[in-house]
């Protein structure tokens, strides 16, 4: 997420990735911001979405045949994540999926192993034959020896799917950042398979979250100045509309939709919403929230940062996983530390090394833009000006739909007015850090 967390180590959510799951559903249920620059097909059982070369398909009807040029869809995932216990398996046809995955991918798929099981997916390795002759790949490369199969336990509106997907896409398009190259989606949940699913690359390296703590300081640090470039690149994709592609105006108009006092009935309930609402907007009113908006990950986090590591050589950046809930938005929450660079209470024997790794990815990301001494400085204020009125309300009320909006009204409220509130709450004794220009 772009603000601070609370927990330091990452939680296992739907498929053992870290992170906080889900941005607020509601806000989802719409294409996002500008992602797609193309139209939308018609006439035809399913949904397609149509990309740079070739269409991405949403086929409610299994039986039919797919054209040549139709690419399957390949989200990506790590060889390392966790295995829940406690959940049961879906109740998939695996012969069904199998088939499906042949006919996209264009070789015979001979076996689906079931890798991990979360929350919300059931995660599939898929193994192929040697392709069929002719057909091409979305990487015009060899069809791969596997992909992933991931599998939704809960369906979610058709243009979730397919935002996801057109942002991966946009992605890969106009940046060089390692996105997985997608194949192949039904997010019907009533298709033959028995679950919504996405076929996806299986992208090389290892997470973050798996070598991090075995790094030394100074690959940290060449990790650091990886992510600097990775965010200098998402900073470029400038979209004039925040959140959805309905969603327009400004930022304060983006953050307080998320509360409404339309949803409380009390008198001393609503006002104390439009006293929140009122705070935010004028805390939105910094240049660094104005448009035009740029791409955010929305789980920016060391579970989603993949790595290949060759002994004693600096780790290099090899996939940015999990694009569920990437968004359009302001500068301010794109240029910010990764929650596995922000103190919290409980390891103060990382204080140093932290600091240490902040100041080089502000200096790493400053040094991004070598002839533009204006977002020099934007990048400088970026990470100097954060608020606890616009951080924690991010955290309260976009980031998840979790308890009454009124209780955390209440709380954000209470620490504003008492002074208690700090921009990242891992550390009680947290101080905004001086950062200099490289000027």
């Known amino acids: 997420m772009p603000v601070a967390r609370q927990q330091h180590e990452p939680r296992v959510d739907d498929t053992g990735e870290g992170g906080s799951g889900s941005l607020n559903s509601h806000r989802f249920d719409t294409w996002k911001a ?64 199998k088939r499906q995955a042949s006919k996209s991918v264009g070789a015979f798929c001979t076996n689906a192993t079931r890798l991990c099981s979360g929350s919300y997916h059931e995660i599939f390795v898929l193994d192929f034959q040697q392709p069929q002759e002719g057909h091409d790949t979305c990487t015009s490369e060899r069809v791969p020896s596997s992909c992933i199969a991931r599998c939704a336990r809960t369906s979610e509106p058709i243009e979730h799917g397919r935002s996801t997907i057109a942002t991966m896409r946009y992605v890969k398009a106009h940046t060089d950042l390692p996105v997985p190259c ?151 929450y794109l240029f910010d530390y990764p929650i596995f660079l922000q103190d919290v209470d409980g390891r103060k024997d990382l204080y140093f090394e932290n600091k240490v790794l902040r100041q080089h990815l502000v200096r790493s990301l400053q040094e991004q833009y070598p002839d533009d001494a204006a977002m020099r400085d934007r990048v400088r204020r970026c990470f100097s000006e954060k608020t606890y009125e616009l951080n924690e309300f991010f955290n309260l009320f976009v980031a998840e739909e979790r308890d009454s909006p009124i209780t955390h009204a209440r709380a954000y409220l209470r620490d504003i007015k008492g002074c208690s509130g700090t921009a990242y709450s891992g550390r009680i004794d947290y101080k905004p850090e001086e950062i200099d220009s490289i000027d």
Not at 48 to 67: I, K, M, N, W
Not at 71 to 97: G, K, M, R, Y
Not at 237 to 255: H, N, P, R, V
Request: hydrophobic share 40%.
């Open 182 to 332: 997608i194949f192949y989606a039904d997010v019907d949940p009533n298709n033959k398979v028995g679950a919504p699913y996405v076929l996806m690359e299986k992208l090389p390296g290892e997470t973050l979250a798996s070598i991090w703590d075995d790094l030394s300081l100074a690959h940290k640090k060449a990790v650091v100045a990886q992510i600097a470039g990775l965010l200098q690149q998402l900073a470029s994709l400038e979209f004039a509309k925040i959140g959805c592609l309905q969603d327009e105006g400004t930022s304060a108009d983006y953050l307080t939709s998320f509360i409404s006092d339309e949803t409380v009935s009390g008198p001393e309930e609503k006002a104390m919403l439009r006293e929140v609402s009122s705070i935010v907007r004028d805390a939105a009113s910094s240049v660094l929230l104005e448009p035009p908006f740029r791409l955010i990950h929305a789980d920016f986090d060391r579970q989603n940062l993949m790595f290949t590591t060759h002994g004693s050589q600096e780790p290099r950046l090899s996939g940015i996983i999990d694009w569920d809930h990437a968004y359009t938005g302001p500068l301010y």
């Open 34 to 97: 500008k992602i797609a620059d193309s139209g939308e097909r018609s006439g035809r059982t399913g949904t397609a979405v149509r990309t740079d070369s070739f269409d991405v398909v949403y086929d409610s009807d299994s039986e039919r045949s797919l054209p040549d040029n139709v690419i399957s869809l390949q989200d990506s995932f790590s060889d390392n994540d966790l295995e829940s216990e406690s959940i049961p398996d879906l109740q998939l046809d695996l012969a069904e999926l």
